[in-house]
């Protein structure tokens, strides 16, 4: 585990922690502009109640905010992959040079997928 400004990158990112940066090359990583591509991909068809109904399971049910170190903000769980695909967001991964653990992007596509299934009409 690396640290760069005050932010740790590791080796295996975190499940299900957005947040969670990886080491570059690490071999549970993708590259930012390929997470991102994954993540508006399976948010094209997200339904914002749904997804924000989610939200609520994932980490803690006590918790509804989330911190992201790197841009030193408090989020709202609903708002993690709005902040996440921000450009300020995005500047700030890239200057790091991190990466982001596959499992964590999948899991977040899984969610805005789950979502827009939810609100698909039901046939």
């Given at each position: 585990?690396?640290?760069?400004?005050?932010?740790?990158?590791?080796?295996?990112?975190?499940?299900?922690y957005?947040?969670?940066?990886?080491?570059?090359?690490?071999?549970?990583?993708?590259?930012?502009?390929?997470?991102?591509?994954?993540?508006?991909?399976?948010?094209?068809?997200?339904?914002?109640?749904?997804?924000?109904?989610?939200?609520?399971?994932?980490?803690?049910?006590?918790?509804?905010?989330?911190?992201?170190?790197?841009?030193?903000?408090?989020?709202f769980?609903?708002?993690?992959?709005?902040?996440?695909l921000?450009?300020?967001?995005?500047r700030?991964?890239?200057?790091?040079?991190?990466?982001?653990?596959?499992?964590?992007?999948?899991?977040?596509?899984?969610?805005?997928?789950?979502?827009a299934?939810?609100a698909?009409?039901?046939?």
């Amino acid at each position: 585990m690396a640290s760069t400004r005050g932010v740790k990158l590791h080796e295996i990112g975190h499940p299900t922690y957005l947040f969670q940066l990886c080491l570059p090359n690490s071999r549970e990583a993708i590259s930012l502009p390929s997470a991102c591509f994954e993540l508006e991909k399976a948010a094209d068809n997200m339904n914002e109640l749904k997804f924000k109904q989610r939200c609520v399971n994932v980490h803690n049910q006590d918790v509804m905010q989330l911190h992201c170190d790197l841009c030193k903000k408090e989020l709202f769980k609903f708002d993690i992959i709005k902040h996440f695909l921000s450009d300020s967001h995005r500047r700030e991964v890239s200057s790091l040079g991190a990466e982001i653990s596959i499992p964590v992007v999948k899991f977040w596509m899984g969610t805005l997928l789950s979502a827009a299934a939810l609100a698909a009409p039901q046939l």
